[in-house]
């Protein structure tokens, strides 16, 4: 009885570890997540601002890819802190959710299940011809219409300046992904939007990839 007992005890010790590891390890998403200023991660649209006056709009994104051999369920990119090059958070921004580029547009508020080897692109802000300010892509903003004409949270926009960004891509059957970018933004050009993946959290130490823009200290509220 006693060698009954710990076979079976050795057996379901062997499938609890198939089950959580071995299994969970070849089944599970596994989740890519890469930064272009190329097309087609990144990408320039016409806007229709009134009739016969339409500007140019860059939207950089982010790609996510589910290189795993399921469906990634639940997935969500969350916007989850802002510092500034020396490393100081910047608190008016708080765990804001960003938009999956995908149609229907209304769809890219909501979480997203992504199938195995399946590429989806993720709004991060959006900088418009002629405007010093990049406004960021939340569910309450999705694009130039909801901007142009009406007044904006302060914490749904960048002015001119450097930036870090912690971006969580979160799921219900993964492990949270987290990546950190530099930004450089000097309102001047629309297109040129100074990106680079870092992912330490910046310090006082930190070389920062650009000359450093002059920091309002509203920034710091």
């Given at each position: 009885m006693a060698i ?7 057996a ?9 590891i ?6 599970r998403?596994k989740m ?7 097309e087609?991660i990144?990408c ?5 601002h009134?009739?016969g ?5 860059f939207?950089?994104?982010?790609r996510?890819k589910?290189n795993?051999?399921s ?5 969500e ?7 500034n090059?020396?490393g100081?958070?910047?608190?008016r921004?708080?765990m804001?959710?960003l ?7 209304a769809?890219g508020?909501?979480?997203l ?6 590429v989806?692109h993720?709004?991060t802000?959006f900088?418009?011809q002629?405007?010093q300010d990049?406004?960021?892509v939340?569910?309450m903003?999705?694009g130039p ?6 007044r904006?949270?302060?914490n749904?926009?960048?002015e001119?300046?450097?930036?870090w960004l912690r971006?969580v891509?979160?799921g219900d059957?993964?492990?949270p992904v987290?990546?950190?970018?530099a930004?450089?933004?000097?309102g ?6 100074g ?10 130490t930190?070389h920062?990839p650009w000359?450093i823009?002059?920091?309002p200290d509203?920034h710091?509220s």
């Amino acid at each position: 009885m006693a060698i009954a007992a710990l076979v079976v005890s050795i057996a379901v010790a062997i499938a609890v570890i198939y089950r959580e590891i071995i299994h969970d390890w070849f089944v599970r998403p596994k989740m890519e997540v890469t930064f272009s200023s190329e097309e087609p991660i990144s990408c320039e649209t016409i806007y229709e601002h009134l009739p016969g006056k339409k500007l140019k709009v860059f939207w950089p994104r982010l790609r996510v890819k589910n290189n795993g051999r399921s469906m990634a369920r639940g997935c969500e990119g969350i916007l989850a802190e802002v510092r500034n090059p020396k490393g100081e958070l910047i608190t008016r921004y708080e765990m804001l959710p960003l938009r999956w580029a995908i149609s229907p547009y209304a769809r890219g508020c909501e979480p997203l299940d992504i199938a195995s080897k399946r590429v989806v692109h993720l709004n991060t802000f959006f900088t418009i011809q002629d405007w010093q300010d990049a406004f960021l892509v939340t569910t309450m903003i999705g694009g130039p219409h909801e901007v142009i004409g009406s007044r904006v949270d302060p914490n749904e926009y960048f002015e001119p300046g450097d930036y870090w960004l912690r971006i969580v891509i979160y799921g219900d059957n993964f492990h949270p992904v987290e990546r950190g970018y530099a930004v450089h933004w000097d309102g001047k050009d629309y297109k040129k939007v100074g990106i680079k993946e870092m992912n330490e959290k910046p310090s006082g130490t930190t070389h920062w990839p650009w000359q450093i823009l002059k920091e309002p200290d509203k920034h710091l509220s």
